[in-house]
């Protein structure tokens, strides 16, 4: 955010006194992250659209009540995390699943390729976009949630925790478990031979 | 390849933390002297600094224009609600 800019809680302020550019305006900065955390957890574009529309009318509706003992922010998430967890058919899942990766994460490779040198934009196209997609989609709830707060949105570990209704502690093992899962699935994908171009000389 | 030992399981769990910047600098001297030495974990880091970087930089989703489109006209019709609401 550039300086210049006001903060979420001024435009909450605002908007609290019926601005409606101000309201408008803390849409736009955070409409994204709303989006992507419901399409992530939802998977159907029509499902997060969903909650986008109920997150953002929530917080119309809401706003008057919202005192600032959390950030904007991890009050809005709360709202899209309470929305999502609705459309969700089946509740969170429980914390045994987690084991269910664990396998996998616990036997380490004898052989890893080393793709981390490769340009990012040789690494990124449409596919590739897919394959981070589907792992991220691979995912338990319980750490997918915690991955795309945390990696994608960019929330910190505090953030995550209040939003999550956790412990600080909990996103961090959670977070790990979640990057090591992905880097797996990405290593199988990009440490492919097809796509090492060193050692052509 | 460089033998998998016990020290490289241990730094595998810190990893995040190490990435992350929460471990203690005497820790992270620890891990930096292992990784100069094996390689196996030093292409551990690498590739999941890597796919943190990935996600970090590409992994949003953009709202898409028409969905942008339908939310403001769903909340300008929701503050009219609102507005009815109040002066009734
Ligand atoms: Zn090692």
């Not at chain 1, 101000?22 to 992507?36: K, P």
Request: net charge negative.
């Amino acid at each position: 955010m550039k300086p210049d800019q006001p903060r979420d809680e001024d435009l909450v302020r605002q908007a609290q006194a019926g601005d409606e550019t101000a309201f408008t305006e803390l849409v736009h900065r955070h409409e994204r992250h709303v989006y992507t955390l419901a399409l992530r957890m939802l998977r159907e574009p029509a499902d997060a659209e969903d909650v986008l529309q109920e997150t953002f009318i929530s917080a119309l509706r809401g706003l008057k009540h919202f005192r600032g003992d959390a950030t904007f922010a991890t009050w809005l998430y709360r709202i899209a995390y309470n929305a999502t967890l609705m459309k969700l058919r089946h509740p969170p899942a429980p914390a045994s699943l987690d084991a269910a990766i664990e396998n996998d994460e616990n036997a380490m490779p004898r052989e890893l390729t080393d793709w981390s040198h490769d340009p990012e934009a040789a690494l990124m196209n449409k596919e590739t976009r897919r394959v981070m997609d589907a792992a991220v989609a691979a995912l338990p709830e319980s750490m997918r949630s915690v991955f795309v707060l945390r990696d994608i949105d960019g929330l910190s570990t505090d953030e995550t925790a209040a939003v999550l209704d956790i412990s600080p502690e909990a996103v961090k093992v959670r977070l790990h478990r979640a990057r090591l899962a992905l880097r797996e699935k990405l290593s199988s994908y990009f440490g492919a031979p097809r796509l090492t171009t060193k050692g052509a000389s | 390849m460089d033998h998998i030992t016990e020290t490289c399981r241990e730094i595998k769990d810190k990893l995040s933390a190490y990435l992350d910047g929460e471990l203690e600098t005497a820790l992270c001297a620890e891990i930096e002297q292992h990784l100069r030495g094996c390689d196996n974990c030093r292409v551990m880091v690498d590739t999941l600094n890597k796919t943190i970087t990935l996600y970090r930089n590409y992994g949003q989703d953009e709202v898409p224009p028409d969905a942008h489109t339908r939310l403001t006209r769903v909340l300008n019709l929701e503050r009219l609600k609102m507005k009815i609401q109040q002066s009734t």
